[in-house]
């Protein structure tokens, strides 16, 4: 096997859970937690996003170092220009995660300790739309990768 391949692997597992738990948590989690009370709800979000934003880091170095593995590999003058598009739209995700894991998740962490569920739900709300965003830039990546060399 070449390194290649187990480079592409671990990219493409990093971008499976991220990309995949994002919309999981969008389409599916989200939508059931909404018919929850406002303790129990943002009680189980914090549950989570805890667990999931710890998995979510360690995507982002799986992804960034494969990634850039995978470049360094063909070289970055001669690697096809949808890739560079890739590595920079990648490198934005991963701020706006650490601007949610910084910010708005501490908040969340803080209101459900302190049972301040409208500031919970406050936190929740802009945790949600750095998701969205996120999750829309994650599925333009995929694209990208997917359909990019096809341009």
């Known amino acids: 096997m070449k390194l290649h391949h187990l480079m592409l692997f671990i990219h493409l597992a990093g971008v499976i859970v991220w990309v995949g738990g994002m919309a999981f ?3 599916c989690l989200r939508p059931a ?4 009370p ?3 709800r943002l ?3 914090s549950r989570v996003l805890g667990r999931f934003f710890r998995i979510v880091w360690v995507a982002i170095g799986a992804i960034v170092v494969s990634g850039f593995a995978m470049l360094l590999e063909v070289g970055f003058a001669q690697a096809p220009r949808s890739w560079h598009v890739m590595a920079g739209v990648g490198l934005v995700m991963a ?3 650490a601007s949610i894991w ?3 998740w501490r908040g969340l962490q803080q209101a459900v300790m302190e049972a301040s569920w409208a500031q ?3 936190a929740m709300n802009e945790i949600r739309q750095r998701v969205m965003l996120n999750l829309i830039l994650g599925t ?3 694209a990208l990768a997917t359909l990019g060399l096809a341009f």
């Open 25 to 27: 948590a969008h389409f």
């Open 33 to 36: 937690a909404l018919e929850l």
């Open 38 to 40: 406002p303790a129990e």
């Open 43 to 45: 009680g189980l979000w």
């Open 95 to 97: 701020a706006v995660f």
């Open 102 to 104: 910084f910010g708005p």
């Open 120 to 122: 919970g739900a406050k």
């Open 140 to 142: 333009l990546t995929v």
